[in-house]
């Protein structure tokens, strides 16, 4: 089974969230480490083990991105990173399947099933390095407030300021280790 390591300079966990209900916030978090257990050959044998530095978000906003990073939210001080780690590996087609894993955001741990893609492998020209990489694009939805993240004001009856569901993108380009 082969080694990879995930490259921080071309993965990115990015996220879409509602706010005031009418339009949604995208942002993301740009330091994402890990490594993945994958032979091109047979996927459903995979492993990954990742982790997310919480202090990278960025939406575009300082002030929104302060107030993300507070205890209002992910509270940085307390819980610096995300965690993922694999249990299993379902193939549902060709280079796709369900991947099922312990995600830990804000101290608490929950079991997840995410639809991933994966690309690859290619090996990049030697001037540019020659290293062999291979690409995953995984999907999920959850809800924010089943990891403790509850911060929120009520616009009516039935409106909050933001919304429960959170979208997440992960693309991740990971590198054989040698």
Not at 163 to 171: A, N, Q, Y
Request: hydrophobic share 40%; with cysteine; charged share 20%.
């Amino acid at each position: 089974m082969a080694k990879w390591n995930i490259d921080p300079d071309h993965s990115v966990a990015a996220f879409s969230v509602r706010h005031l209900m009418i339009s949604n916030v995208r942002g993301q978090f740009n330091k994402i480490a890990g490594t993945l257990l994958f032979d091109p050959s047979d996927p459903s044998s995979a492993t990954v083990e990742a982790t997310i530095d919480v202090s990278s978000i960025t939406t575009g906003n300082r002030q929104r991105d302060d107030h993300l990073l507070s205890p209002d939210f992910f509270d940085v001080a307390k819980y610096p990173t995300i965690a993922f780690a694999c249990t299993k590996v379902e193939l549902t087609a060709p280079n796709r399947g369900k991947v099922t894993g312990q995600l830990t955001i804000h101290g608490t741990t929950r079991q997840v099933t995410m639809d991933v893609e994966h690309f690859g492998p290619i090996k990049t020209p030697a001037d540019l390095g020659g290293e062999t990489s291979i690409g995953f694009t995984a999907r999920l939805t959850i809800n924010r407030e089943d990891y403790g993240v509850i911060w929120n004001i009520p616009l009516n009856a039935d409106k909050f300021m933001v919304g429960k569901d959170v979208e997440i993108v992960l693309d991740i380009e990971a590198d054989l280790a040698e």
